[in-house]
């Protein structure tokens, strides 16, 4: 009886490394698959339009938007004009149901000291924030009301990431927060001052926004 568990335990152990291999070929498959649908998918994003792009385009943007959005600014003749300060308030209710605001606390600020003086600075201090700012803007325009589905979400991703950054550097719990972006223009200089008006100074105040995850 000793013989027929001994022979058993060896059949086992010599079957595990076909497991093994079965299941590592798998997961090989399916990254492989996966990283061939998101090359294709970003090709139709970025291609001009054509009669696959459109039939696809509400799974095209829901892969795309917002975490793989293409931006070709690297190569546009007229750069940024003007700098923006990302500037965050939250607010919390008490068990006495008082409202507690927060001074406002500034993003731009947090971002740009992590990159300053920074020989290899990380990809998210440096553009997430400007990016979820910029799409927001070019999906609401003016209106701080979100009319499409991918309006809502690029303010839904833009308000995770003022909850998440704040709440990372204050600790305080709140369940709204408020947006204020303050733009001012670059004065140009040279032979180009002539040429480009000078933006006037604008400061925007977001609606108040409800967040979950940061009440305690």
């Known amino acids: 009886m000793d013989s027929g568990v001994e022979d058993g335990a060896d059949e086992r152990v010599r079957r595990s490394p076909r497991g093994w291999k079965t299941g590592l070929r798998a997961i090989a498959i399916l990254c492989l698959a996966v ?117 809502l979400m690029m303010r839904t991703y833009l308000s995770n990431i003022a909850a998440d950054r704040v709440a990372a550097h204050t600790g305080d719990p709140f369940e709204f927060i408020q947006l204020r972006v303050v733009t001012l223009p670059i004065a140009a200089s040279g032979p180009a001052a002539g040429d480009r008006s000078r933006t006037p100074v604008e400061n925007r105040r977001l609606p108040w926004w409800k967040v979950s995850g940061h009440a305690r």
């Open 35 to 151: 990283s061939l649908a998101h090359v294709i998918l970003l090709f139709l994003h970025v291609a001009p339009a054509n009669t696959v792009s459109k039939r696809y385009s509400p799974l095209i943007n829901a892969w795309v938007y917002p975490l793989f959005e293409q931006n070709w600014r690297l190569f546009a003749p007229d750069p940024e004009s003007v700098n923006r300060q990302i500037l965050v308030r939250t607010a919390h209710t008490g068990p006495d149901g008082s409202t507690r605001v927060s001074s406002w606390f500034d993003l731009t600020a947090v971002d740009t000291a992590a990159v300053e003086h920074q020989p290899f600075p990380s990809h998210t201090a440096q553009n997430m924030l400007r990016r979820a700012w910029a799409g927001y803007v070019d999906s609401h325009g003016g209106d701080d009301t979100a009319h499409t589905e991918r309006a």
